[in-house]
């Protein structure tokens, strides 16, 4: 059974930082490409970062770019999103995504999300 476990999330004021983690199990880890992707209230999901599985290539969204870094450990199937600069507008819940890059799949393809709220 595929499962993404996402941690990390909270409360953080604007210019703060935090790190999601999503540990994965159920699937060869680093065979897949693996994405963040956002769903703020009110509006529909975006995609912020992937990375590939093999060579570990990574893509961003513009509106992240240059403040979030995505990596991953394969040796212990976790994927990671460092986030700097924080801005009320990265509220949102954040879910670890397997598959696809640069794209939103279908929610089978996440995890539960963890919840990012940006606020002082």
């Known amino acids: 059974e595929v499962q993404l476990v996402e941690s990390g999330g909270g409360l953080v004021q604007p210019g703060g930082s935090l790190r999601l983690s999503c540990a994965a199990s159920?699937?060869?880890?680093?065979?897949?490409?693996m994405s963040w992707v956002r769903q703020a209230p009110g509006k529909g999901r975006e995609w912020v970062s992937s990375?590939?599985?093999?060579?570990?290539?990574?893509s961003y969204a513009g509106s992240v770019k240059g403040r979030f870094t995505i990596s991953r450990d394969n040796a212990k199937d976790t994927l990671y999103l460092e986030m700097n600069s924080l801005k009320p507008e990265d509220t949102a819940v954040y879910y670890c995504?397997?598959?696809?890059?640069?794209?939103?799949?279908?929610?089978?393809?996440w995890g539960q999300g963890t919840q990012v709220t940006v606020s002082s």
């Open positions: 995504q397997r598959g696809g890059f640069g794209v939103v799949l279908g929610a089978q393809n």
């Open positions: 159920g699937f060869t880890f680093s065979n897949w490409h």
């Open positions: 990375i590939g599985g093999i060579g570990g290539a990574t």
